[in-house]
């Protein structure tokens, strides 16, 4: 055999296992396109591919709504913040205070009080409107008067009239105590121990004794000690005494006659 024959017959069977390799490519190539292809889902809408591809809208879709929840969730809280410090006050001493009791009168309060600043510094701290802070301090007022003495048991101790006898204490104090000293009296719980105390003070001052000579009449116990008192004040005497303080006098002394009588 030639040596041409020779290279002849390699050549021709290189080229028959190339085809072969060709051949065999094409047919893998062909089988897995065959299995890469799936058949489409009926419920798949048209214009998407594969579900793949509904999965990764649908997670976008997913993603820019929560991102835009959170977007307008921000503007509502920063437009709602915005509009309460429209009404908060510049400054702590701006708040105002207002209180009435529940028959709606008027109830004095003192601006000056510490506790009051320190209401109105803690209201300016975390934004309270003016409104919000008086219904704030309304509370805790509401509060300490539940926690404070019950007067129905506290007169119990005083005897059934104990209304009288508060009364009576109030008046004095009212009439003789300074605006500021009053303020501090009124600020005082109502207790048998308050009005017995009180008492005593008035009866150093020379008031005489309570005492009630009916269940609707009350009439204070006068004596003789109470009488010559009255008489060396200024106002029986002075001038020509003072017309309304002269009768009271005189009405102790007629009451004292009867006693001795």
């Known amino acids: 055999m030639s040596d041409e024959q020779t290279t002849t017959e390699s050549n021709e069977s290189t080229n028959q296992e190339e085809v072969k390799e060709v051949n065999i490519e094409s047919?893998?190539?062909q089988d897995s396109g065959e299995q890469n292809e799936v058949e489409r889902p009926d419920w798949l809408p048209s214009k998407?591919?594969?579900p793949e591809q509904l999965a990764n809208s649908y997670k976008n879709l997913e993603n820019k709504f929560h991102t835009r929840r959170d977007e307008?969730?921000?503007?509502l809280v920063g437009e709602l913040n915005e509009e309460a410090s429209k009404e908060v006050p510049v400054s702590p001493g701006d708040y105002t205070l207002e209180l009435s009791d529940e028959e709606g009168n008027p109830i004095e309060v003192n601006q000056d009080d510490p506790m009051l600043g320190w209401f109105r510094d803690k209201a300016h701290t975390i934004g309270l409107t003016n409104d919000e802070f008086t219904n704030f301090v309304t509370e805790?007022?509401?509060m300490q008067a539940m926690?404070?003495?019950d007067w129905n048991e506290e007169s119990q101790v005083l005897g059934e009239h104990a209304d009288r006898r508060l009364e009576r204490v109030d008046t004095w104090a009212s009439s003789s105590l300074s605006e500021d000293a009053y303020k501090v009296f009124a600020s005082i719980p109502a207790t048998a121990g308050m009005v017995q105390a009180f008492e005593e003070i008035m009866q150093?001052?020379?008031q005489p004794k309570f005492n009630m000579t009916s269940p609707t009449e009350f009439q204070?116990?006068?004596t003789k000690e109470d009488l010559q008192s009255a008489q060396s004040d200024p106002k029986y005497w002075r001038n020509g005494g003072d017309p309304a303080y002269v009768a009271k006098v005189r009405a102790m002394a007629e009451q004292l006659a009867r006693k001795r009588a």
């Open 140 to 142: 805790y007022t509401n």
């Open 48 to 50: 998407f591919e594969t």
């Open 147 to 149: 926690s404070g003495p």
């Open 72 to 75: 307008i969730k921000q503007e």
């Open 204 to 206: 150093l001052n020379g």
């Open 220 to 222: 204070e116990t006068v």
């Open 27 to 29: 047919k893998v190539s």
